[in-house]
């Protein structure tokens, strides 16, 4: 069965650093998500992404966030200078269209020292 | 903020069915339910959605109102690896993007 990878699973930085994580969508899905969870808190919307552009983003996604899918498999979401408070489980989602079923990779989880 | 309420934890004894309720009466008529669960931290798992009809699939069966504000998912025999944190979620949809909001969730701990 066909499913989201992403990578790293655990991704170590000091505060102030760029980091990029990873996801590979399922093949033929047009929408990609990325969603955050801080440890013990809430899975948190973040941003959405169709036709190469952002579609929605939320008031976390500020000015450090980016998205890319840079060559038609990969889609990234980059941290310009990463604070403490980025620390948290990252989740990359893919669907192939609305109002059907995201499906969630596995997470990478952020720490920054 | 989340459109949904849940109890935060139930209990169910192994081999029982878990019914698990869900209070959503600001859902809009266009509006899906979706269910999700997360065991520990790995990734939210999709489990099944409706609109308006009863759903039934592999894993779970989906009850929906009439008035379509409150619904319930049921497993129909748990077992320990249906663990986990539940969440219903009605799925926002706007133009060309869509987005899941999720609550704090049922904690079901299925127990032998």
């Known amino acids: 069965e066909p499913e989201v990878t992403q990578t790293p699973s655990h991704q170590v930085t000091q505060m102030g650093q760029e980091v990029i994580l990873r996801c590979v969508p399922i093949?033929?899905?047009?929408?990609f998500y990325w969603y955050r969870q801080i440890l013990g808190q809430k899975v948190e919307f973040l941003v959405s992404?169709?036709?190469?552009?952002?579609?929605?983003k939320s008031e976390i996604f500020d000015d450090q966030f980016s998205v890319e899918r840079p060559d038609g498999s990969n889609f990234t979401l980059k941290i310009r200078s990463t604070k403490l408070e980025d620390s948290a489980m990252y989740f990359c989602?893919?669907?192939?269209?609305?109002?059907?079923?995201?499906?969630f990779g596995p997470g990478t989880r952020l720490t920054v020292t | 903020d989340a459109k949904t309420t849940q109890p935060p934890s139930m209990d169910c004894a192994e081999g029982r069915a878990a019914n698990l309720p869900c209070n959503h009466s600001?859902?809009?008529?266009?509006?899906?339910v979706y269910w999700y669960r997360q065991i520990h931290s790995q990734g939210p798992q999709y489990i099944i959605h409706?609109?308006?009809n009863n759903e039934t699939n592999e894993m779970a069966s989906l009850i929906i109102t009439e008035d379509r504000k409150s619904s319930t998912l049921i497993l129909p025999h748990a077992t320990l690896r249906d663990t986990a944190v539940y969440y219903c979620?009605?799925?926002?949809?706007?133009?060309?993007?869509?987005?899941?909001?999720f609550g704090t969730g049922t904690r079901l701990q299925v127990f032998p």
């Open positions: 989602a893919s669907s192939d269209g609305l109002n059907y079923e995201q499906y």
């Open positions: 093949s033929n899905h047009l929408y």
């Open positions: 992404f169709y036709n190469n552009e952002i579609s929605e």
């Open positions: 600001t859902i809009s008529g266009n509006e899906y």
């Open positions: 409706g609109l308006k």
């Open positions: 979620i009605v799925r926002v949809s706007f133009y060309n993007t869509d987005k899941l909001i």
